[in-house]
C-alpha cells in the first residue's frame, strides 16, 4: 500500500462518518431511548419475577419462574454494560444535547466508576489500540495474548487465572484504569493510586449494598435466594461481556503494533490500524444488539462516538473499501474468534519456541 | 415522620444505584421526574400561532404572571432550548404556553409536537411581573406575541376580580392573537381600556403623541412593555420592559477570526453568536435561555478576545467564563470545551 493509498482509504472512512453524522436524528434519538426503557423495564420486570418465584418455594414453579427472573435481570445488565453504558461513556449521544443522556453525566451498573473508565478505555485504549506497551488492553497488564509479549513463568498459570477474570470480569473492569505494570516496576506508588482505590471502593461499595444486601433483605427470610439470583445475574453479564470483549483484539489475525511503528502516524495510518488490530463477529440484530455492536468492533475503533445503531449499516461500506484497499478485514463467527482467542491463551502460557511474525499486510 | 420518610427515600435511592428511583417510576408515570412537562392539549390561536397546555412534573412551583420558562424539545433529534413566556394565570389550573413560529425550534412545538409529548420544563424565573399587593394604575404597551406575560397578568386580575385601572395598547399585525378573550375582557371590565392597531390596515405608530391621544394619563401610569426590540427602543415613557432574546449592541469594528472550541476550529465572522456558530457547525455545547441570564452556556476563555454583544464590552482575560450565547468572537479565540 502506498502512502496516497492509505490517505484515499482514510478520506473515503472520513466521508462514511460525515454522512453519518448529517443523517443523525429523531429515529436515533428513539432508538436510545427506546434501548434504554427496555433495558430498565427488563431490570424492574426480573427483580419483581424472582420475588414472585419466593412464594413457590415449595412447588415445582419455584426454579423456572426464579430463573426466568434472573435471565430478565441478567439480561438487562448485559444491555446496560454494553449497548447502553458502554456507549453513552463513548459520548456517542452527546450530539442530543439531552442531560438525561450524555457522557458527562451518565453512570453505569458496574463496579468501574465511569469517569475512571472514560480514561482508562477511551483514552488508552482507542487512542493506543494494539500498540504493545501502551495499549493496556493488550492482555489486560496479566495475560500474554501476543507472542511479542516476553514470556514469564506466571503466565503458566493464565489458563487458571484467565477462567477467574472471565467469572469477575467486572472487578477486572473497575481496576483497569489503574496501571498494575507502573506498579510493578515501581514507576507508580501505592500512594499515587490511592484516589482512584478511592473511587472504586466506593461505586462497588454501592453495586455490592445493593444486589446483594438490599434487594434480599426486602426479601425477608428468602434473602439467600435473592442473593443468589443476583449472583447469577451479575454472573452472567461478566461471562457475556468478557466473552465479547476478548473477541474484540485477541482472535486469530489480529495484529498488534510496536511504539517504533506508529510513530509520526497519520490518520489513514491510524485508521488502518484500527481496522487491522480489531475483530468482528458474524451474527443476527438480536446479538449485535446484546454485544453493544461491539460484534462492529472495527466500525467501533473507526468512529469510537458514532451511535451504536449505526454499525451495522457502515459495516458492508466499511468492509468492501477494505478489500478495495487490500487491508485484511477480521470477521468470523463467535465460536471462530472466541475460539482461537482461548486457543492463543492456552498456547502462550508456554514460551513461544520459534517467534513467528506476523506480516502487516 | 419526617426522618423515617427521609430514611426510606435513602434506602429506596441505594436499592436504585446508580439510578434514581424515579427513573423506575418515570417508566409508567414520566412526570415523577423533575424539569419536564407533558403536553396535555393544543389550541389553535391564530395562522402559525398554537396554545400548548402543560402539565409540569414533580417540584414545579408555581409562576407569578409575567415569568418565562425555558422549555427543551427534540428537534431533529437534538434537545434544542429556548425561553417562553407563561400565557396562563398562576391562579388557573393549567399552565399555558402561547407559542409563534419564529424559528426552527418554535415551528417544532407549533407544529410538530403533539399532545402527550414529553418536554423539559424549567422553573419560571423573571421580574417583568407586577407587585403583589400594591395598588397600580398600569400602562401595558405590547405587540405581537409580547402580549403574551400581559396576558398571564390580565388573566390573575379577571381571576382574582381585582381588574385594576388599566389602560392596554396592542400592536399586531393581521391576526391578533387572543383577540376575542381581549375584546371580552375590556367588555367584562370597565376599569380595562384596549385600544388594538393592527398594523397592516393602520398606519398608526407608536409615538408620544399617540400616547397622549389614547391615554392622557399615561405619564402618571406604571408602565410595561413587552415585544421586539424596535419597538422597545421607540417607547416614548420609561417603562418595565420584557424581550425575547437578548438586546444586543450594534458591532461597527466586527474582527473576523478563528475560534477553537475543544477540538473544533470555526471561522467567525466577529458578529454572529458563538453558541450559534457553534450549532451551526453541527456541534451541541449545552444551553439554556439563549438570552444571557441561565449561564447554562458558559465556557472558559483560554486566549484571545470575545465580545459581550449586548454592552459591547470587550472580554480578554483568560481564565474568564463567558457565555457563548450573547458573545461573539473577536478576532481569534480559544475556550475550553
Known amino acids: ?361 | 415522620m419526617k426522618n423515617v420518610a427521609s430514611m426510606v427515600a435513602r434506602v429506596a435511592s441505594l436499592i436504585a444505584t446508580p439510578l434514581v428511583p424515579a427513573d423506575y417510576v418515570s417508566l409508567v408515570r414520566p412526570l415523577v421526574l423533575a424539569n419536564r412537562a407533558r403536553v396535555e392539549a393544543v389550541r389553535d390561536e391564530a395562522p402559525g400561532v398554537r396554545t400548548l397546555v402543560l402539565r409540569p412534573g414533580r417540584g414545579w412551583r408555581t409562576h407569578r404572571a409575567g415569568q418565562h420558562v425555558r422549555i427543551g424539545v427534540a428537534v431533529d433529534g437534538r434537545i434544542a432550548t429556548r425561553t417562553f413566556t407563561i400565557a396562563s394565570s398562576p391562579d388557573s389550573r393549567d399552565l399555558e404556553i402561547t407559542v409563534k413560529v419564529q424559528g426552527r425550534v418554535s415551528r417544532a412545538l407549533v407544529e410538530a409536537t403533539p399532545v402527550g409529548t414529553i418536554i423539559s420544563l424549567s422553573l419560571a424565573s423573571g421580574e417583568f411581573t407586577i407587585p403583589e399587593g400594591a395598588p397600580i394604575r398600569p400602562l401595558f404597551i405590547t405587540a405581537g406575541s409580547g402580549i403574551t406575560p400581559v396576558m398571564s397578568m390580565l388573566r390573575t386580575f379577571a381571576l382574582r376580580g381585582t381588574m385594576p385601572d388599566v389602560a392596554h395598547v396592542h400592536f399586531a399585525r393581521e391576526h391578533v392573537i387572543f383577540n376575542a378573550e381581549l375584546r371580552a375582557l375590556a367588555a367584562a371590565h370597565p376599569t380595562y381600556g384596549l385600544t388594538i392597531i393592527d398594523t397592516s390596515v393602520d398606519p398608526r405608530r407608536l409615538t408620544a403623541a399617540l400616547l397622549a391621544e389614547l391615554v392622557p394619563d399615561f405619564a402618571t401610569r406604571t408602565a410595561y412593555a413587552c415585544g421586539p426590540q424596535r419597538l422597545l427602543e421607540q417607547l416614548p415613557v420609561q417603562a418595565r420592559t420584557e424581550h425575547f432574546g437578548a438586546v444586543l449592541a450594534p458591532v461597527a469594528d466586527a474582527a473576523p477570526g478563528l475560534v477553537q472550541i475543544g477540538a473544533a476550529k470555526l471561522r467567525s465572522d466577529g458578529r454572529t453568536p458563538l453558541l450559534r456558530l457553534a450549532e451551526e457547525a453541527g456541534l451541541a455545547p449545552r444551553h439554556g435561555c439563549r438570552m444571557g441570564i441561565c449561564h447554562t452556556c458558559d465556557v472558559t476563555l483560554k486566549s484571545g478576545c470575545v465580545r459581550d454583544l449586548r454592552t459591547g464590552a470587550r472580554i480578554d482575560e483568560p481564565g474568564t467564563k463567558i457565555q457563548l450565547c450573547v458573545c461573539a468572537a473577536s478576532g481569534d479565540v480559544a475556550l475550553s470545551d
Open chain 1, 1 to 361: 500500500m502506498t502512502t496516497q493509498d492509505i490517505e484515499a482509504f482514510g478520506r473515503e472512512l472520513d466521508i462514511i462518518q460525515r454522512d453519518v453524522v448529517a443523517s443523525l436524528g429523531d429515529s436515533d434519538r428513539h432508538y436510545i431511548r427506546r434501548a434504554i426503557t427496555v433495558q430498565r423495564s427488563l431490570a424492574l420486570g426480573g427483580r419483581l419475577v424472582i420475588f414472585a418465584s419466593l412464594p413457590l418455594l415449595a412447588t415445582p414453579l419455584f426454579v423456572p419462574v426464579i430463573a426466568l427472573g434472573t435471565l430478565s435481570l441478567g439480561v438487562a445488565k448485559i444491555l446496560e454494560n454494553m449497548e447502553i453504558g458502554h456507549n453513552i461513556l463513548h459520548g456517542q449521544w452527546d450530539w442530543m444535547a439531552d442531560p438525561q443522556i450524555h457522557s458527562s453525566t451518565w453512570e453505569w451498573d458496574n463496579v468501574c466508576p465511569a469517569d475512571q473508565w472514560k480514561h482508562s478505555h477511551n483514552v488508552m485504549h482507542h487512542t493506543w489500540t494494539n500498540v504493545i506497551g501502551k495499549d493496556r488492553d493488550v492482555g489486560y497488564d496479566i495475560l500474554r495474548v501476543t507472542d511479542k509479549q516476553p514470556w514469564k513463568p506466571v503466565y503458566l498459570l493464565q489458563p487458571v487465572y484467565n477462567v477467574v477474570l472471565a467469572f469477575l470480569f467486572q472487578w477486572g473492569v473497575a481496576m483497569h484504569d489503574i496501571d498494575l505494570g507502573a506498579l510493578r516496576r515501581k514507576e507508580l506508588s501505592v500512594d499515587d493510586v490511592r484516589p482512584l482505590l478511592r473511587g472504586i471502593a466506593k461505586k462497588a461499595g454501592k453495586q455490592l449494598v445493593k444486589d446483594y444486601v438490599l434487594w434480599p433483605l426486602l426479601a425477608g427470610p428468602f434473602f439467600l435466594p435473592v442473593l443468589l439470583a443476583n449472583l447469577v445475574a451479575n454472573g452472567m453479564r461478566n461471562l457475556w461481556s468478557y466473552a465479547i470483549i476478548f473477541c474484540g483484539h485477541f482472535p486469530d489475525g489480529a495484529q498488534t503494533f510496536s511504539t517504533m511503528s506508529i510513530e509520526g502516524e497519520t490518520r489513514g495510518e491510524w485508521y488502518r490500524r484500527q481496522v487491522l488490530g480489531s475483530c468482528n463477529i458474524s451474527g443476527g440484530p438480536l446479538f449485535h444488539v446484546m454485544s453493544g455492536n461491539l460484534s462492529h468492533q472495527i466500525e467501533h475503533h473507526l468512529f469510537p462516538d458514532m451511535p451504536s445503531n449505526r454499525y451495522p449499516q457502515i459495516a458492508p461500506k466499511v468492509e468492501a473499501l477494505c478489500a478495495t484497499y487490500g487491508i485484511h478485514y477480521n470477521k468470523g463467527s463467535f465460536a471462530r474468534q472466541l475460539g482461537t482467542t482461548m486457543r492463543t491463551i492456552l498456547r502462550l502460557a508456554l514460551p513461544s519456541r520459534a517467534r513467528k511474525l506476523a506480516v502487516a499486510a
